[in-house]
């Protein structure tokens, strides 16, 4: 840690290696990231987060460990604690380069470093960061899991996060990675995200006890072949439509050029003929994948072909939580033959081999984000070879499975929620003249009038008490796909436009889909909220897990007050039905 101190930025452009994130060449075979493990109940890492700019002008971005591991999975149980020592090491390339771009009208983004301290700095520059743990029911504290205000810069000392992991915490997959306002989507879209798993999944189901487990990050980043022709093996497609970002508008069809290329484990499959990544394991033999979307946009509709057709997969867990667990009536393990995984979000579950000489492809199929949405088509992803000499992957569940302790609280399905709030999604054109001109995103209480996140702003534009369960309603007033996600708790999913649903267990993050034009009512979710964990108390944030629709002001913040207070309102005290039915 100490040869990060007093390095200036012109010294570590000096010192730093041409290709300092390096990235995997297309078809190659992945590779699991590297495991960091707690002992004697603390793990304890340095981490640093570099740049590279490419000859072409995109900028990569990594974290790296001491030893130059890209994007280790950290690994810890309930109880643990988690401290990291974190370096920014960014370099501004290109000091004339607008910290606001298009896709960003609207937004308020503060240049300056107003503190010394990174707790109070709020900086938001092209070379600031910080880190979110997403997921984690720690509190919105600084060296916890605080983003609105946190701001670390290159001139900074190595900063510390110390999180304590709670004893009741879900065990399963969750996931860091930078949440700096304005600047979120472009450091993720990079690269810059990683695996955290709370381990003692198979305590929520002793039948994954012995299963050896992947660990594998899907993730997008700018096309590297945004000029070539459509492959030709897909129907001839008119000429892709693009956004006010640039990104290809959704074609409608399954087929077109994406918005974003994907990668596996950092193995890009680029368009347009998408090689897939390549994997082998043993014929028939069961394995608990652990799949994160660390997309910046991109939706996945995930499916595990074998000769074309569909197998069944064995969900155990979405968004960090197993599907049996806190009380929840689910099955430990639910089959289905596919699932969709939007940004931000992670599923857990059980494969099975392809059979002896034979093969699957794990593909993500297209996903319909809506008119004003981005392209998602049916791609390739991950070849799987079937091979009795395939090596077994470095990690697997323990042999001896504890069940774990009876839950503090009713599940939170049978909880009466005390009051039913409604939220809604928007978009703006800045110029209705100009299709071309940026758009304005909006997350707005229902009642007020639409407007951006303001990181200059004090006041929360909800309050609620601790120990409370709600009800949230969200709409989608757009007419592209959003992505509603939460910091610090798990919600349970109880209706999608109106129709009840029979989800008994728990996310932090889900689609809201789009209105059309022609619908007669907006389309909806509605959202069992639990607030009664004592660890929530403090101020944090909601908003579209579409990083560009964030960074553009898609955002709302919640201020969750100790039990002990008398009431429960929203933001403006002349007003507490404000963002209430």
Known sequence: MSAWLGATSLDRAAERPRNVCVRPEPGSTITEPEDLRSRDGILETDLRIVDQKLPDGTIRYCYLTPDGKPSPTLR???????????KNDLTEFDAATPVIGRSLAGAQ?????????????????????NLHFHGLTVPPACHQDEVLKTSIQPDDAPFEYRLHIPADEPPGLYWYHPHLHGLSKTQVLGGASGALIIEGIERADRELADLPERVIVIRDQDLINPDAPPSK????????????DGDALNSGTGFGKPAKDLSVNFVPVPYPNYPPAAMSMKPGERQLWRVLNASAITYLNLALLVHRVP????????DGVPLHF??????????????????????????????????????????DTGPAGENDPNRALLAVTASEGASEPPSALPTRAEPLPPPERPWIGDAAPVRVRKLFFSEQQENPKDPNSPTKFFLTADGENPRPFD????????????????????????MELHDFHIHQLHFQLREWSGIPVNEPFLRDTVNVPYF???????????????????????TFVYHCHVLEHEDGGMMGTIKVVPRSTVTSTSTTPTNQNKGEL
Not at 233 to 241: G, I, N, R
Not at 456 to 476: A, K, Y
């Open 326 to 367: 806190a009380g929840s009536p689910s099955l430990p393990v639910q089959w289905v033959d596919h699932l969709g995984v939007p940004p931000g979000a992670r599923a857990e579950f059980i494969v099975e081999g392809p059979p002896a000489g034979s093969g699957a492809l794990l593909v993500t199929r297209s996903v």
């Open 109 to 129: 983004i503060c240049t300056a470093k107003k503190s010394l301290d990174p707790c109070e700095s709020g900086a938001m520059t092209p070379v600031s960061t």
């Open 311 to 318: 197998q069944k997969i064995g969900i155990v867990g979405i």
């Open 516 to 538: 059309n034009g022609r619908m007669l009512t907006y389309p909806s979710v509605r959202l069992r909220m639990d607030f009664r964990d004592p660890n929530i108390v403090g």
């Open 455 to 478: 990181p200059n702003s004090n006041v929360p534009d909800i309050v609620v008490h601790q120990g409370d369960v709600e009800d949230w309603i969200i709409e989608n007033r757009s």
């Open 76 to 86: 810890v149980k309930p109880g643990d604690q988690l401290i990291i020592h974190f």
């Open 233 to 244: 093996f897909e129907p001839v497609m008119s000429k892709s439509q693009l956004d006010s």
